[in-house]
Structure formats: C-alpha cells, structure tokens
T-cell receptor, first 114, second 113 residues
Framework: NAGVTQTPKFQVLKTGQSMTLQCAQD?????MYWYRQDPGMGLRLIYY???????DKGEVPNGYNVSRLNKREFSLRLESAAPSQTSVYFC?????????????FGDGTRLSIL | AQSVTQPDIHITVSEGASLELRCNYS??????LFWYVQSPGQGLQLLLK??????LVQGIKGFEAEFKRSQSSFNLRKPSVHWSDAAEYFC???????????FGKGTMLLVSP
C-alpha cells in the first residue's frame, strides 16, 4: 500500500533551471494538493486540484505551475527556479472534493536551488 | 478565511509526563479540525480529527483532543509521553464546502529522559 508517492526525494538545481516534481496516489482520491514547508512557516498551499480536470491557486502560487494529468497524478513545475524556492515540497490527497477530509501525505521532495 | 495559531514553537516534556499542545482557530462556523504529526524526514501522519458530535476525540498512539467552541481551541493531550513521541505536531482547520485545509506553523516536541 504505497499511498502517495513523490519523486524525486532529493534534487539540487541551479538558478534558472526548470524542474517537474511528480506525485501519484493509489487511493482513488479525488483531490490532490501541493504544499511547501519552510522552517517556522508550517505548510503553505501552493496549488490544489479539487477534482480531475480542475486546478486552483493556493496561498503561494507564484513561480509554479501544476498539471492534473489524470485522477492519480498531479505534477508541480518550476519553470525558472530561484533560491527562494529552496524548500521541502509535499504532495497530499484526500477523498472528498466538496468538504474537508483527512489529507494523506507523501514523504516529500527536498529541493535546493543554488 | 480560517486561520490556526499554535502558540508554542517548542515544548520540552520529560518522558512519562503528561503533554498538552495548544491550538486556537479562527472560523465563523463549525470547524473541521485535525492534528497531524511529522517525524524527521517524513510526511505528515493524521493523529485525529473532529467533525461534529462528541467534543473529546480519541486518536492513534494514545493521543486525544478536546474541542472547546467557547475558547476556539482544539488542544492535543497525552497522559504519558514516550521518547518516540518526539516530533513536530501540526493543527489544521477546514471549512464546509472546501477540500483545502489551513495549517498552523507547528509545535516541536522534545522529550527529555
């Protein structure tokens, strides 16, 4: 039972490079989320997809794009990476697109931008 | 919009002692409340949730939380802390009609021998 799988687990980029973070869930959940976690800041929502075919901005969307490829997969793209995007990125999923349900998290991608 | 405050950034508790982590929320209607735990290098794991009904909620690993509407609080408790409970704890709030959650900034729990 994999749950939410994120790849890669670690990545180092140079400023200006592009990168796509991958996320897949096998729980048949409708909603998927991307967060970033920075020291002392908790988790901040970047983008989410309440259901297949929809995406919406969260609290900190600037510099990111997302694609809900199908019900299982939700990717996060950095088109031109900046040092301020050094962070730990978490993908999560939940069942109900119309109400708050427990979110299930992946183990994160640790991204450093030099 | 809803918000969550976890007043304590760090808490140190002796092994075997009781624990209470504070969480205050701001939301006009009945909130949906969650506590998560994060061990180093891991993702977040759900400890417990409150949607409605009994205001004292039991979770995994011996944790419980009490919803107090009058105080806008949802504090997490454990009667006897184990060294393996050392981790970061996050409180989160959700609103009816929306799938998103708002997380607090977390409380780091240190357990001393």
């Amino acid at each position: 039972n994999a749950g939410v799988t994120q790849t890669p687990k670690f990545q180092v980029l140079k400023t200006g490079q592009s990168m796509t973070l991958q996320c897949a869930q096998d729980m048949n959940h409708n909603s998927m989320y991307w967060y970033r976690q920075d020291p002392g800041m908790g988790l901040r929502l970047i983008y989410y997809s309440a259901s297949e075919g929809t995406t919406d901005k969260g609290e900190v969307p600037n510099g990111y794009n997302v694609s809900r490829l199908n019900k299982r997969e939700f990717s996060l793209r950095l088109e031109s990476a900046a040092p301020s995007q050094t962070s730990v990125y978490f993908c999560a999923s939940s069942q109900n697109p119309t109400g708050p349900q427990p979110q299930h998290f992946g183990d994160g991608t640790r991204l450093s931008i030099l | 919009a809803q918000s969550v405050t976890q007043p304590d950034i760090h808490i140190t508790v002796s092994e075997g002692a009781s624990l209470e982590l504070r969480c205050n929320y701001s939301y006009g209607a009945t909130p949906y409340l969650f506590w998560y735990v994060q061990s180093p290098g891991q993702g977040l794991q759900l400890l417990l949730k409150y949607f409605s009904g009994d205001t004292l909620v039991q979770g995994i690993k011996g944790f419980e939380a009490e919803f107090k509407r009058s105080q806008s609080s949802f504090n997490l408790r454990k009667p006897s802390v184990h060294w393996s409970d050392a981790a970061e704890y996050f409180c989160a709030v959700g609103a009816s009609g929306y799938s998103t959650l708002t997380f607090g900034k977390g409380t780091m729990l240190l357990v001393s021998p």
